[in-house]
Nanobody, 123 residues
């Protein structure tokens, strides 16, 4: 069993930056592929970024590529999402997810989920 707790969300102006954190407890962090998803009001949950178990490989949604960066700190059991050049359309609840096998853009591949953290970007 793995517990995921996100933090770092908030209100920011367009063009600003935020860094989200997701702390994992339970099994060793290095066993998991980690991902970030987001869900805006009235929309389906969508993939944002993912990181392989080793951290050597990362993937991004086209909508955030070049603006967002996923990273991890194994010693702190934490994965981060650095978000720069934020836009109003980035407003959503951001969720951290973990999977023991592989990373994927498909939310159904992830077994463990955090509660989410709200990001609001004002234009």
């Amino acid at each position: 069993q793995v517990q995921l707790v996100e933090s770092g969300g908030g209100l920011v102006q367009a063009g600003g930056s935020l860094r989200l954190s997701c702390v994992a407890s339970g099994r060793p962090f290095s066993n998991y592929a980690m991902a970030w998803f987001r869900q805006a009001p009235g929309k389906e949950r969508e993939f944002v970024s993912a990181r392989s178990t080793s951290g050597d490989s990362t993937i991004y949604a086209d909508s955030v590529k070049g603006r967002f960066t996923i990273s991890g700190d194994d010693a702190k059991n934490t994965v981060y999402l650095q978000m720069n050049s934020l836009m109003a359309e980035d407003t959503a609840v951001y969720y951290c997810a973990a999977n023991t096998l592989y990373y994927s853009r498909n939310s159904q591949a992830y077994r463990y989920w955090g509660q989410g953290t709200q990001v609001t970007v004002s234009s």
